[in-house]
Antibody, heavy 122, light 107 residues
Framework: EVQLVESGGGLVQPGGSLRLSCAAS????????MSWVRQAPGKGLEWVSA????????YYADSVKGRFTISRDNSKNTLYLQMNSLRAEDTAVYYC???????????????WGQGTMVTVSS | AIRMTQSPSSFSASTGDRVTITCRAS??????LAWYQQKPGKAPKLLIY???TLQSGVPSRFSGSGSGTDFTLTISCLQSEDFATYYC?????????FGQGTKVEIK
């Protein structure tokens, strides 16, 4: 079964850090670009970051550039998002998503994880 | 970034209705347009990509059309499980951007 399972969300104070993980199964992980997409409470979808299948190319939304780092370990079929200098406006459900092809940053997403909630509050 | 605008933002419909949701891009995106369905508390689900290609496993009552700047998602005969929020997404250029969503509610 093709599946993505996120973990690592939680409550963090402003200025703090969190690392999200996304475990993939059921497909050749290294053959596809992966992205993180977030959704603030009651709001729409916002693409956050993407990485190519090899991990050699990474892309970020302006709102997180310089604070978030995307990476992947193809030997472990796992995607990561390191989030530093967190702000209240980063509060959202974070989804990992598989691209249709190895086109990071602008592709449709055919598989999504269940999401992990990140709350930034003092 | 390309701006995607959906209309309407929400509306009410009855089971069996034919419904249409519109998505407009701020510049031409060829056919690089996807539609997603999201139910409360769940992840989005890909319905259509390349403007009109039905994703595997999606019922044939869903269809998409359009190219350039104007696109539509049509549900030919609304079922109870179709009440949800629908999002369009352009993936013509970086960064891929989503519309604000259209909520389909029960009348």
């Amino acid at each position: 079964e093709v599946q993505l399972v996120e973990s690592g969300g939680g409550l963090v104070q402003p200025g703090g850090s969190l690392r999200l993980s996304c475990a993939a199964s059921g497909f050749t992980f290294s053959s596809y670009a992966m992205s993180w997409v977030r959704q603030a409470p009651g709001k729409g979808l916002e693409w956050v970051s993407a990485i190519s299948g090899s991990g050699g190319s990474t892309y970020y939304a302006d709102s997180v550039k310089g604070r978030f780092t995307i990476s992947r370990d193809n030997s472990k079929n796992t995607l990561y998002l390191q989030m530093n200098s967190l702000r209240a406006e980063d509060t959202a459900v974070y989804y990992c998503a598989k691209a249709l092809e190895d086109v990071p940053g602008y592709d449709a997403f055919d598989i999504w994880g269940q999401g992990t909630m990140v709350t930034v509050s003092s | 970034a390309i701006r995607m605008t959906q209309s309407p933002s929400s509306f009410s419909a009855s089971t069996g209705d034919r419904v249409t949701i519109t998505c407009r891009a701020s510049q031409g995106i060829s056919s690089y347009l996807a539609w997603y369905q999201q139910k409360p508390g769940k992840a989005p689900k890909l319905l259509i990509y390349a403007a009109s290609t039905l994703q595997s496993g999606v019922p044939s009552r869903f269809s998409g059309s359009g190219s350039g700047t104007d696109f539509t998602l049509t549900i030919s005969c609304l079922q109870s499980e179709d009440f949800a929020t629908y999002y369009c997404q352009q993936y013509y250029s970086y960064p891929g951007t989503f519309g604000q969503g259209t909520k389909v509610e029960i009348k």
